[in-house]
């Protein structure tokens, strides 16, 4: 079977640093995928990770290390608009299986 | 150029009730994937296209679900005997070739069993 696990719930400044960390088990793992979602949105891609290490994606960057089955996204410059939730998804042979989310709140 | 698109992006239904929700990619995606999602959950998959054929379909959850795209392009996910449990966001997301790491969503389609 496959299990990720998020923090349900995290609240960070606005102009802060926030780190949203993903720990999974799964067969077949092909790689890490970061999703964006408002309130009534539809999920949106921010990053993927199939190699060990950091990805930077302006504002945003995504970590992965295979050998402890854990990945994390980094948030920095918080801006009000970064309210939202935030998924992690396993990749594996050929779909995305995603974790239960993170919803950030940004405060003044 | 246009998203993936969805329609109905509501519907209401009786239990017992046939539904089908229609699903629109974008444009050269071979790729398409049906997901279910639950207030405060992510999305469940359900099933996915390569082209025409349902190259995986182990996340329906039982035979009243099924889903078509018979010409490579639009989808229909069709549910039978609809169920209260049923009630859900269904979303919609394509992909280029088999890049399913970076899906493109559509809005979804919010439905009511009562």
């Known amino acids: 079977g496959q299990s990720l696990e998020q923090p349900s719930e995290v609240t960070a400044v606005e102009g802060a640093i926030v780190q949203i960390n993903c720990t999974y088990q799964?067969?077949?793992?092909?790689?890490l995928s970061w999703y964006q979602q408002h309130d009534g949105g539809a999920p949106t891609f921010l990053s993927y990770?199939?190699?060990?290490g950091l990805e930077e994606t302006g504002r945003f960057s995504s970590f992965l290390s295979r050998s402890d089955s854990y990945g994390y996204l980094l948030l920095q410059e918080l801006q009000m608009k970064d309210s939202a939730s935030y998924f992690c998804?396993?990749?594996?042979?050929?779909?995305?299986?995603f974790g239960t989310g993170t919803r950030l709140t940004v405060i003044p | 150029g246009a998203g993936v698109s969805q329609t109905p992006s509501n519907k209401v239904t009786e239990k017992g009730k046939y539904v089908e929700l229609r699903c629109d990619p974008i444009?050269?995606?071979?790729?398409l994937y049906w997901y279910r999602q639950s207030l405060g959950q992510g999305p469940e998959f359900l099933i996915y296209?390569?082209?025409?054929?349902?190259?995986?379909d182990s996340g329906l959850p039982n035979d009243r679900f099924f889903a078509v795209r018979p010409e490579g392009s639009v989808s229909t996910l069709k549910i039978q005997r609809t169920e209260r449990g049923d009630s859900a966001v269904y979303l919609c997301?394509?992909?280029?070739?088999?890049?399913?790491?970076?899906?493109?969503f559509g809005p979804g389609t919010r439905l009511t069993v009562l």
């Open positions: 296209f390569q082209g025409t054929g349902a190259a995986d």
């Open positions: 998804a396993v990749a594996g042979a050929n779909n995305l299986f």
């Open positions: 990770n199939a190699l060990d």
């Open positions: 444009s050269g995606h071979t790729a």
């Open positions: 799964t067969s077949g793992f092909y790689g």
């Open positions: 997301a394509s992909s280029l070739g088999d890049a399913y790491n970076e899906q493109f």
